[in-house]
């Protein structure tokens, strides 16, 4: 998330269809605004009792106990959610936001700050006011006011005119401060709700998260200050919810036949990030050598341009497509929203065919997991981890994994289109990685 300096050019203007996101989302929040404001004022309305029924009713459940998805907040999440990914992109494009894959790197700790905390919750550790912020899509927009909130610190070190050390001793000194700001909040929270458990994880996770942060500065080298501050807030928070969910362990410790699923769920992903990194590391070195990015087209090239230009035309093309295929491989964007898919099919499949009990909540996946059921009854499958039916979810996230790598391979992005390509990797990363991670700390620690 380094900031850049804008650059004039009619290609950096808003598309047409960015434009109309962000008029969708200004709707859907006065919708929301209208609807809050008509019951506030006891008015019956169908917006206000549409909004409890789908929305506000499910929230306030999962965070007194375990409620589910419903057909219409699914359909209505999976709409604003692309519409904040092409909204953002818009924002961050205008703000000037570093739209490399080092932003990916520094926004990635968040995605466990989220993890954690979801878990956390899912334990019933918070109070009853901060609960329903740790539920969706209350985590999300909790987890963006940290974001902001840093990145806002980084900018304005950025525009500060202090310089060397002095600069970067603010910017450590501003992460410690945001990093005690969580610890007190969610501190404060469980402590209220569950006087018994011991703080001292959580402490000793703040601390070494500080301490980190003093001791980073050779990340200074990969993050600008917008990213460092970014990733070392996300870092800090992580380390705090993971003190207290060590805490939680401590004092009910997991059974031992719900620690093995960690390793297989964390690490098939894993090998896979590996594997593809190291496919493609060389491609990516010698395209970067020549200031080359597969998918990325120069300044002032739009996709349609490129696929007509020929070799002669365009000679940094020839350079590109023998070494496109195994590049995009070796892109975090692109290898973590794979591994993402995997983990959470390996993490649904494992959690429900192999600790009886468990079930899914989400409309679109539990269609996918009667679907396997009915497949299992028509072929006569009993096998004990197939008989659920979750074997075919599990398919269809590592043929979503494959359909993820080939959409970045085929897709062109212009140079004003690279903060959607980085949003569009990021959402996938996320509605992968974050439910898998969470399913598996639920099923080890058995909450």
Sequence with gaps: MAIRRPVNNPLDEAHPYETWAINALLAVFLLIFLGLGLEWAGIENFLSESLNQYFIDPIRGESTGDSGYNNVNTLTYAIVLGLFVVALSA????????????????????????????????????GAALAPYFVSPGIHFQAAFWVVLAGAAGISLD???????????DLETLAAGLILMQFVVYASSIAGKSGDLSLWPMLLGAIAAIAFAFWSRELSDLFSNVQRMVYLTGVGGSLIFFGALAAFAIESPPAEDRVWPLFVVIGVPAAVCYWMYAQGRDAVAELSSQGLVAGILPPGMTDDEYRKASVEDFPDKGVIEPLRSRAIMAQPLVFLAVAGQILDGLATWIGIDGFPGL????????????????????MGIEHGMLDEGVWLFALVKVGLAGLIYYVFYSLNFERREQHLRLLIGVAM???????????????????
């Design 91 to 126: 924002w961050l494009r205008g703000l000037g936001i570093d739209p490399t894959d080092t932003t990916v790197l520094a926004l990635l700790p968040f995605v466990t700050w989220a993890v954690f905390g979801e878990v956390a919750e899912d334990a019933e550790m918070f």
């Design 159 to 169: 525009r500060a005119e202090r310089e060397g050390i002095s600069q970067k001793n």
């Design 359 to 378: 079930g899914e909540k989400h409309v679109a996946s539990q269609g996918v997991i009667d679907a396997g059921l009915w497949v299992n009854e028509k």
């Design 429 to 447: 990363l996320v509605v992968g990685m974050a439910p898998g991670l969470r399913d598996v700390g639920r099923l080890t620690l058995g909450v």
